[in-house]
């Protein structure tokens, strides 16, 4: 076996066999760790970039896109800001913000990946699911657990800059409801409760049903304009500062 250094954080192991760097066994080894260290969302970005984490659930993850390391929206995103940033894709399918959800996000490897990227900036777009499979939970829960979320990152010694989403819609009912009238107005009291800025891809998405073939998640091209809504918020932000 001979192991092979792909980031400061991974390394994998590989038989002496497919060793040879111009076998074809070595050509689809190197194929696959440059995937999964660039698609994870987790590889150590160079010094003095910005780090930008974008926290979420399939949607962020980019579920049933090809090729999603670079076509799911955090992929996108990357190539608008370009060199001088870092995006993380710390998507994770199937979660939920609520703690006592069924795959809670507080317990997935990517909460603990985004957390340890150190990031500059937190991007967080959860709620799809919770407005699913748990409305009934959401008056009672949703706000605090939201509210603990992004005082956890608020709390990073990054001292990252924090921007809430207002999910994209869901097409069919009842959580459309569940979601336009349940977690869309939480996402508007956590924002004001700590002063931080909205993304409303809510409500810039509401006629596109076109660019969510299964009612839930964004194709490609709804990827494309989610990345166009967080892009155009972090451009907003940076000439403020200027």
């Known amino acids: 076996m001979a192991t092979v250094t792909v980031s400061p954080k991974f390394q994998v192991v ?21 995937s999964f260290t660039f698609g994870c969302g987790a590889a150590d970005p160079a010094e003095g970039v910005v780090r930008v984490a974008c ?21 996108q995103l990357q190539a608008m800001l370009g060199a001088g940033y870092a995006v993380g894709n710390f998507g994770r399918s199937g979660a939920t913000l609520l703690k006592q ?25 959860l709620g799809t699911n919770d407005a699913m499979r748990f409305a009934d939970r959401l008056e009672q829960a949703f706000e605090r657990d939201f509210l603990a979320l992004v005082d956890h990152f608020a709390a990073l010694p990054s001292a990252p800059r924090i921007l ?33 800025e909205v993304i409303d891809l809510h409500g810039a998405m509401r006629e ?13 091209a709804g990827a494309e304009r989610i ?16």
């Not at 596109?208 to 490609?220: K, N, T």
Request: glycine fraction near 8%.
């Open 101 to 125: 959800g069924d795959l809670p996000y507080w317990e997935t490897r990517e909460f603990r990946d985004a957390t340890e990227f150190e990031p500059d900036v937190v991007i967080i777009h």
């Open 227 to 242: 990345a166009e809504g967080v892009h155009a918020a972090l451009s907003q932000a940076a000439a403020r500062e200027r």
């Open 164 to 196: 809430v989403c207002k999910p994209v819609p869901i097409f069919f009912p009842p959580a459309d409801r569940a979601m336009s009238e349940g977690v869309v107005p939480i996402v508007a009291r956590v924002a004001a409760a700590r002063g931080l």
């Open 14 to 34: 590989i038989p002496k066999k497919i060793m040879n760097p111009f076998s074809k066994g070595w050509l689809v080894c190197m194929a696959g760790m440059l």
């Open 208 to 220: 596109d049903a076109a660019l969510f073939p299964d009612a839930v998640h964004p194709s490609e």
């Open 55 to 75: 926290v979420g659930d399939s949607i962020t993850y980019g579920e049933g896109i090809w090729r999603r390391e670079r076509r799911s929206y955090p992929g």
